[in-house]
Protein backbone atom coordinates (compact mmCIF):
# COMPACT_ATOMS: atom_id res chain seq x y z
CA UNK A 1 0.00 0.00 0.00
CA UNK A 2 1.23 3.71 -0.56
CA UNK A 3 3.97 4.03 2.31
CA UNK A 4 4.08 6.44 5.21
CA UNK A 5 7.14 7.82 4.72
CA UNK A 6 7.82 8.83 8.20
CA UNK A 7 7.93 4.83 9.10
CA UNK A 8 11.26 4.46 7.44
CA UNK A 9 14.08 2.59 9.46
CA UNK A 10 17.49 4.41 8.58
CA UNK A 11 19.59 0.71 9.24
CA UNK A 12 22.96 2.59 8.20
CA UNK A 13 21.99 5.18 11.52
CA UNK A 14 25.69 5.61 13.65
CA UNK A 15 25.23 5.31 17.07
CA UNK A 16 25.77 8.77 17.68
CA UNK A 17 22.69 9.59 16.33
CA UNK A 18 19.81 11.61 18.64
CA UNK A 19 18.31 8.46 19.71
CA UNK A 20 15.71 8.25 22.62
CA UNK A 21 13.97 6.41 24.87
CA UNK A 22 11.13 7.50 25.47
CA UNK A 23 8.56 9.35 23.50
CA UNK A 24 6.30 12.75 24.49
CA UNK A 25 4.52 12.47 20.83
CA UNK A 26 3.79 16.21 21.44
CA UNK A 27 7.13 17.58 21.83
CA UNK A 28 8.19 15.37 18.86
CA UNK A 29 5.65 17.14 16.48
CA UNK A 30 6.69 20.60 17.68
CA UNK A 31 10.56 19.72 16.00
CA UNK A 32 8.29 19.58 12.64
CA UNK A 33 7.55 23.65 12.80
CA UNK A 34 10.02 25.02 15.52
CA UNK A 35 12.16 27.67 13.60
CA UNK A 36 15.14 29.47 15.15
CA UNK A 37 14.44 33.31 14.21
CA UNK A 38 18.07 33.51 13.66
CA UNK A 39 18.48 30.62 11.72
CA UNK A 40 19.35 30.95 8.38
CA UNK A 41 17.24 29.67 5.45
CA UNK A 42 19.79 28.07 3.13
CA UNK A 43 21.78 26.64 5.87
CA UNK A 44 25.26 24.58 4.49
CA UNK A 45 23.70 21.31 6.21
CA UNK A 46 20.14 21.41 4.14
CA UNK A 47 18.13 23.33 0.92
CA UNK A 48 14.62 24.73 0.95
CA UNK A 49 12.38 23.08 -1.47
CA UNK A 50 8.86 24.64 -1.38
CA UNK A 51 6.03 23.25 -2.97
CA UNK A 52 2.59 24.96 -2.91
CA UNK A 53 -0.52 22.69 -1.74
CA UNK A 54 -3.79 21.95 -2.70
CA UNK A 55 -6.33 20.30 0.21
CA UNK A 56 -9.84 19.55 1.34
CA UNK A 57 -8.30 18.09 4.55
CA UNK A 58 -10.06 19.71 7.57
CA UNK A 59 -7.85 21.32 9.76
CA UNK A 60 -6.82 19.98 13.76
CA UNK A 61 -6.06 22.31 16.04
CA UNK A 62 -6.62 26.22 14.87
CA UNK A 63 -5.16 27.55 18.08
CA UNK A 64 -2.14 25.98 16.91
CA UNK A 65 0.62 27.67 14.26
CA UNK A 66 -0.06 25.83 11.34
CA UNK A 67 1.57 22.79 10.40
CA UNK A 68 1.08 19.77 7.97
CA UNK A 69 0.43 17.61 10.76
CA UNK A 70 -2.77 19.45 11.97
CA UNK A 71 -4.24 18.78 8.44
CA UNK A 72 -6.60 15.55 9.06
CA UNK A 73 -8.09 12.88 7.55
CA UNK A 74 -11.38 14.67 8.09
CA UNK A 75 -13.48 15.63 4.89
CA UNK A 76 -13.41 19.50 4.20
CA UNK A 77 -16.41 21.44 1.85
CA UNK A 78 -14.11 23.91 0.77
CA UNK A 79 -10.19 23.70 -1.33
CA UNK A 80 -7.48 24.94 1.04
CA UNK A 81 -4.57 26.18 -0.68
CA UNK A 82 -0.93 27.37 0.73
CA UNK A 83 2.79 26.47 0.80
CA UNK A 84 5.24 24.44 2.72
CA UNK A 85 8.71 24.56 2.64
CA UNK A 86 10.97 21.69 3.05
CA UNK A 87 14.08 21.05 4.10
CA UNK A 88 16.37 18.30 2.24
CA UNK A 89 19.01 17.33 3.98
CA UNK A 90 22.41 17.94 1.32
CA UNK A 91 24.98 15.56 2.30
CA UNK A 92 23.06 12.13 3.40
CA UNK A 93 20.24 12.38 0.74
CA UNK A 94 19.51 9.71 -1.30
CA UNK A 95 18.62 10.18 -4.96
CA UNK A 96 15.01 8.52 -4.51
CA UNK A 97 14.41 8.91 -1.10
CA UNK A 98 13.01 10.92 1.82
CA UNK A 99 14.70 10.20 4.37
CA UNK A 100 13.08 10.17 7.82
CA UNK A 101 13.92 9.58 11.78
CA UNK A 102 13.79 5.93 12.80
CA UNK A 103 10.42 4.22 14.18
CA UNK A 104 9.43 1.23 15.89
CA UNK A 105 6.71 -0.20 16.82
CA UNK A 106 5.85 -0.28 13.02
CA UNK A 107 6.17 3.33 12.90
CA UNK A 108 3.78 4.33 15.84
CA UNK A 109 6.91 4.97 18.11
CA UNK A 110 9.94 7.50 17.28
CA UNK A 111 13.48 6.41 18.05
CA UNK A 112 15.30 9.40 17.00
CA UNK A 113 14.92 12.66 16.85
CA UNK A 114 14.59 15.10 14.00
CA UNK A 115 17.29 16.75 12.38
CA UNK A 116 17.90 19.41 9.37
CA UNK A 117 21.12 17.77 8.40
CA UNK A 118 19.88 13.67 8.09
CA UNK A 119 15.69 14.35 7.67
CA UNK A 120 13.29 16.26 5.30
CA UNK A 121 11.78 18.40 8.23
CA UNK A 122 8.96 20.66 8.01
CA UNK A 123 10.64 24.74 7.58
CA UNK A 124 7.47 26.21 7.77
CA UNK A 125 3.60 26.31 6.32
CA UNK A 126 1.71 29.08 5.04
CA UNK A 127 -1.63 29.46 4.08
CA UNK A 128 -1.99 31.15 1.25
CA UNK A 129 -5.21 33.47 -0.49
CA UNK A 130 -5.92 33.04 -4.59
CA UNK A 131 -4.36 35.81 -5.41
CA UNK A 132 -0.52 35.43 -3.64
CA UNK A 133 -0.67 31.69 -4.51
CA UNK A 134 -0.75 32.51 -8.36
CA UNK A 135 1.77 35.51 -7.82
CA UNK A 136 4.10 33.49 -6.44
CA UNK A 137 3.97 30.40 -8.45
CA UNK A 138 3.70 32.42 -11.76
CA UNK A 139 7.13 34.34 -10.60
CA UNK A 140 9.02 30.94 -9.94
CA UNK A 141 7.57 29.84 -13.89
CA UNK A 142 8.40 32.49 -15.42
CA UNK A 143 12.24 32.83 -13.58
CA UNK A 144 12.56 29.34 -13.90
CA UNK A 145 15.96 28.21 -16.12
CA UNK A 146 15.63 24.52 -16.77
CA UNK A 147 11.75 24.31 -16.64
CA UNK A 148 10.70 27.57 -17.64
CA UNK A 149 7.04 28.10 -18.29
CA UNK A 150 5.96 24.66 -16.49
CA UNK A 151 4.32 23.51 -13.61
CA UNK A 152 5.16 19.92 -11.95
CA UNK A 153 2.00 18.70 -9.59
CA UNK A 154 1.99 15.34 -8.06
CA UNK A 155 -1.22 13.89 -6.21
CA UNK A 156 -0.55 10.66 -3.79
CA UNK A 157 -2.17 7.20 -3.36
CA UNK A 158 -3.86 5.43 -0.36
CA UNK A 159 -2.58 5.78 3.05
CA UNK A 160 -0.65 8.73 2.51
CA UNK A 161 -0.77 12.11 5.49
CA UNK A 162 -0.79 15.35 4.64
CA UNK A 163 2.88 15.40 5.39
CA UNK A 164 4.44 12.20 3.37
CA UNK A 165 2.77 13.83 0.51
CA UNK A 166 4.56 16.79 1.01
CA UNK A 167 7.61 15.21 1.62
CA UNK A 168 7.37 12.79 -1.43
CA UNK A 169 6.82 15.95 -3.88
CA UNK A 170 9.61 17.74 -2.40
CA UNK A 171 11.68 14.76 -2.92
CA UNK A 172 10.87 14.73 -6.77
CA UNK A 173 11.36 17.86 -7.15
CA UNK A 174 14.52 17.81 -5.70
CA UNK A 175 15.81 14.61 -7.31
CA UNK A 176 14.84 16.22 -11.04
CA UNK A 177 16.58 19.34 -10.29
CA UNK A 178 13.06 21.12 -11.07
CA UNK A 179 13.14 24.84 -10.64
CA UNK A 180 9.73 25.73 -11.41
CA UNK A 181 6.75 25.34 -9.59
CA UNK A 182 5.84 22.37 -7.77
CA UNK A 183 2.33 21.65 -6.56
CA UNK A 184 0.86 18.95 -4.82
CA UNK A 185 -2.63 17.96 -4.02
CA UNK A 186 -3.39 15.96 -0.78
CA UNK A 187 -6.88 14.53 -0.22
CA UNK A 188 -7.81 13.01 3.24
CA UNK A 189 -6.34 9.80 3.05
CA UNK A 190 -6.37 8.02 6.77
CA UNK A 191 -2.87 6.42 6.44
CA UNK A 192 -3.70 3.57 7.98
CA UNK A 193 -3.90 -0.33 5.93
CA UNK A 194 -7.40 -0.75 7.33
CA UNK A 195 -9.31 2.04 6.17
CA UNK A 196 -8.94 1.65 2.50
CA UNK A 197 -12.71 1.52 2.10
CA UNK A 198 -12.75 4.73 3.81
CA UNK A 199 -9.71 6.69 1.56
CA UNK A 200 -11.53 5.59 -1.53
CA UNK A 201 -14.21 7.53 -0.67
CA UNK A 202 -12.41 10.22 0.66
CA UNK A 203 -10.68 10.21 -2.91
CA UNK A 204 -14.54 10.15 -4.78
CA UNK A 205 -15.66 13.21 -2.66
CA UNK A 206 -12.02 15.43 -3.44
CA UNK A 207 -12.75 15.20 -7.13
CA UNK A 208 -14.38 18.48 -7.58
CA UNK A 209 -11.77 20.37 -5.62
CA UNK A 210 -8.82 18.54 -7.47
CA UNK A 211 -10.74 20.21 -10.41
CA UNK A 212 -10.51 23.83 -8.92
CA UNK A 213 -6.91 23.23 -7.79
CA UNK A 214 -5.67 22.30 -11.22
CA UNK A 215 -7.80 25.13 -12.93
CA UNK A 216 -5.87 27.46 -10.96
CA UNK A 217 -2.55 25.98 -11.84
CA UNK A 218 -3.97 26.34 -15.95
CA UNK A 219 -4.56 29.89 -14.96
CA UNK A 220 -1.17 30.89 -13.16
CA UNK A 221 0.03 33.71 -15.73
CA UNK A 222 3.15 32.06 -17.31
CA UNK A 223 2.35 28.68 -16.88
CA UNK A 224 2.25 26.68 -20.19
CA UNK A 225 3.08 23.38 -19.49
CA UNK A 226 1.81 21.13 -16.87
CA UNK A 227 2.97 17.68 -15.74
CA UNK A 228 1.03 15.50 -13.56
CA UNK A 229 2.52 12.64 -11.83
CA UNK A 230 -1.07 10.86 -9.98
CA UNK A 231 -0.31 7.35 -8.17
CA UNK A 232 -1.89 4.77 -6.71
CA UNK A 233 -5.74 5.75 -5.92
CA UNK A 234 -4.87 9.03 -6.75
CA UNK A 235 -5.97 7.93 -9.87
CA UNK A 236 -9.18 7.53 -8.49
CA UNK A 237 -9.99 11.19 -8.47
CA UNK A 238 -8.23 11.34 -12.27
CA UNK A 239 -10.54 8.64 -13.23
CA UNK A 240 -13.62 10.61 -12.13
CA UNK A 241 -12.59 14.24 -13.10
CA UNK A 242 -12.14 13.24 -16.61
CA UNK A 243 -15.44 11.03 -16.99
CA UNK A 244 -17.59 14.05 -15.24
CA UNK A 245 -19.52 16.43 -17.57
CA UNK A 246 -18.65 20.04 -16.72
CA UNK A 247 -15.76 20.04 -14.82
CA UNK A 248 -13.43 22.89 -15.20
CA UNK A 249 -10.92 20.89 -16.40
CA UNK A 250 -12.95 19.59 -19.45
CA UNK A 251 -13.74 23.18 -20.38
CA UNK A 252 -10.01 23.90 -21.26
CA UNK A 253 -8.95 23.99 -24.69
CA UNK A 254 -6.41 22.98 -26.08
CA UNK A 255 -5.20 19.74 -24.06
CA UNK A 256 -4.86 21.23 -20.13
CA UNK A 257 -1.67 18.54 -19.19
CA UNK A 258 1.11 18.09 -21.22
CA UNK A 259 3.04 15.21 -19.63
CA UNK A 260 0.52 12.79 -17.64
CA UNK A 261 2.10 10.14 -15.81
CA UNK A 262 0.12 7.23 -13.90
CA UNK A 263 2.58 5.54 -11.82
CA UNK A 264 0.73 2.11 -10.37
CA UNK A 265 -3.03 3.04 -10.94
CA UNK A 266 -5.36 1.56 -8.45
CA UNK A 267 -8.31 1.64 -10.84
CA UNK A 268 -10.02 -0.98 -12.71
CA UNK A 269 -8.52 -1.99 -15.93
CA UNK A 270 -11.36 -2.22 -18.11
CA UNK A 271 -12.64 1.32 -16.47
CA UNK A 272 -9.18 2.58 -17.29
CA UNK A 273 -10.09 1.39 -21.15
CA UNK A 274 -12.92 3.93 -21.26
CA UNK A 275 -11.46 7.03 -19.18
CA UNK A 276 -7.75 6.57 -21.25
CA UNK A 277 -9.74 8.41 -24.58
CA UNK A 278 -10.88 11.13 -22.37
CA UNK A 279 -7.39 11.32 -20.55
CA UNK A 280 -5.33 11.42 -24.31
CA UNK A 281 -7.79 14.51 -25.16
CA UNK A 282 -7.02 16.59 -21.96
CA UNK A 283 -2.87 15.64 -22.35
CA UNK A 284 0.09 15.86 -24.84
CA UNK A 285 1.07 12.53 -23.41
CA UNK A 286 -0.32 9.77 -21.30
CA UNK A 287 2.55 6.96 -19.67
CA UNK A 288 1.38 4.73 -17.41
CA UNK A 289 3.91 2.54 -14.85
CA UNK A 290 2.74 -1.16 -14.51
CA UNK A 291 4.36 -3.68 -11.99
CA UNK A 292 3.98 -7.38 -11.52
CA UNK A 293 5.28 -6.97 -7.91
CA UNK A 294 2.94 -4.42 -6.33
CA UNK A 295 1.29 -6.75 -3.14
CA UNK A 296 -1.19 -3.13 -3.15
CA UNK A 297 -2.45 -3.69 -5.84
CA UNK A 298 -2.82 -7.68 -5.86
CA UNK A 299 -5.00 -6.83 -2.60
CA UNK A 300 -6.60 -4.65 -4.03
CA UNK A 301 -7.76 -7.03 -6.51
CA UNK A 302 -8.56 -9.44 -4.58
CA UNK A 303 -11.06 -6.92 -2.62
CA UNK A 304 -13.12 -6.81 -6.08
CA UNK A 305 -13.55 -10.29 -7.16
CA UNK A 306 -10.08 -10.91 -8.17
CA UNK A 307 -10.37 -8.22 -11.06
CA UNK A 308 -7.26 -6.84 -12.95
CA UNK A 309 -6.16 -3.19 -11.85
CA UNK A 310 -4.43 -1.34 -14.41
CA UNK A 311 -1.17 -0.61 -12.67
CA UNK A 312 -0.65 -4.31 -12.42
CA UNK A 313 0.82 -6.91 -14.58
CA UNK A 314 -1.14 -10.18 -14.93
CA UNK A 315 0.20 -12.94 -16.71
CA UNK A 316 -1.31 -11.96 -19.87
CA UNK A 317 0.76 -8.61 -20.05
CA UNK A 318 -0.62 -5.17 -18.26
CA UNK A 319 -3.13 -2.97 -19.73
CA UNK A 320 -3.04 -1.44 -23.41
CA UNK A 321 -5.06 1.56 -24.83
CA UNK A 322 -4.34 3.62 -27.74
CA UNK A 323 -1.62 6.46 -27.26
CA UNK A 324 -1.02 5.83 -24.03
CA UNK A 325 2.62 4.44 -23.61
CA UNK A 326 2.26 1.44 -20.68
CA UNK A 327 5.61 0.14 -19.92
CA UNK A 328 6.04 -3.06 -17.48
CA UNK A 329 8.69 -2.26 -14.96
CA UNK A 330 8.69 -5.17 -13.10
CA UNK A 331 12.02 -5.85 -13.80
CA UNK A 332 13.49 -2.40 -11.27
CA UNK A 333 10.99 -2.91 -9.12
CA UNK A 334 10.71 -3.63 -5.16
CA UNK A 335 8.53 -5.29 -2.99
CA UNK A 336 5.65 -2.52 -2.20
CA UNK A 337 3.38 -3.91 -0.05
CA UNK A 338 4.90 -1.66 2.60
CA UNK A 339 7.72 1.16 2.56
CA UNK A 340 8.18 0.62 -1.08
CA UNK A 341 5.14 1.23 -2.75
CA UNK A 342 6.35 4.17 -4.21
CA UNK A 343 9.13 2.43 -6.42
CA UNK A 344 8.10 4.41 -9.34
CA UNK A 345 10.18 7.65 -7.43
CA UNK A 346 12.88 5.09 -4.72
CA UNK A 347 13.94 3.51 -8.21
CA UNK A 348 16.29 5.44 -10.36
CA UNK A 349 15.80 3.60 -13.32
CA UNK A 350 12.23 5.63 -13.35
CA UNK A 351 12.81 8.66 -11.98
CA UNK A 352 15.37 9.13 -14.61
CA UNK A 353 13.10 7.93 -17.13
CA UNK A 354 10.07 10.58 -15.99
CA UNK A 355 13.24 13.36 -16.08
CA UNK A 356 13.54 12.57 -19.69
CA UNK A 357 10.31 12.64 -20.16
CA UNK A 358 9.10 15.80 -18.30
CA UNK A 359 12.44 17.56 -19.90
CA UNK A 360 12.25 16.55 -23.62
CA UNK A 361 8.98 14.82 -23.75
CA UNK A 362 11.13 12.60 -26.34
CA UNK A 363 9.45 8.99 -26.88
CA UNK A 364 9.57 5.86 -25.63
CA UNK A 365 11.90 4.37 -27.78
CA UNK A 366 14.39 7.52 -27.83
CA UNK A 367 14.59 7.97 -23.85
CA UNK A 368 14.70 3.77 -23.58
CA UNK A 369 16.68 2.56 -26.63
CA UNK A 370 17.16 -1.46 -24.99
CA UNK A 371 13.68 -1.41 -23.57
CA UNK A 372 11.46 -4.35 -25.13
CA UNK A 373 8.71 -4.26 -27.29
CA UNK A 374 5.58 -6.49 -26.30
CA UNK A 375 3.32 -7.16 -29.17
CA UNK A 376 -0.27 -8.50 -28.70
CA UNK A 377 -3.56 -8.75 -30.14
CA UNK A 378 -4.94 -5.54 -27.89
CA UNK A 379 -1.93 -3.68 -28.88
CA UNK A 380 1.58 -3.18 -27.98
CA UNK A 381 3.49 -2.02 -24.84
CA UNK A 382 6.80 -1.83 -23.08
CA UNK A 383 9.26 -4.18 -20.79
CA UNK A 384 12.07 -2.89 -18.92
CA UNK A 385 14.43 -5.84 -19.01
CA UNK A 386 16.48 -7.09 -15.91
Known amino acids: MTP ?45 QTVYFGTNRVRDK ?27 PKTVHKYGEVERPRTALFGTVQIQRERRDKHFTEYRTIKLDEADFMSETAALAQEAESYQNTAFVFIHGFRVTMQNAIYRAAQMACDLNFDGPTYAYSWPAVGRVKSYVTDLDSALLAVPHLDAFLDMIARTKGVKRIHLVSHSMGNVLLTHLFLRAETLLSQR ?134
Not at 64 to 71: D, N, T
Not at 268 to 282: G, L, N, Q, W
Open 62 to 88: PEEPLALRHYSAKRGDSLIIGKSEVTI
Open 253 to 386: KPKVLDQLILAAPDIDRDVFSTVAEHMVKAASKVTLYASANDKALNASKRLRDKNERAGSVPPEGPVVASEVDTIDVSAVSTDLFGLNHSDYAEDRTLIDDLGRLIKTGAPILERFPTIETVKTSKGEYYRIKA
Open 4 to 48: DFSERVDDDASEDDDEIDSVNSDELEEQNVRIDENEEKEDVDYKI
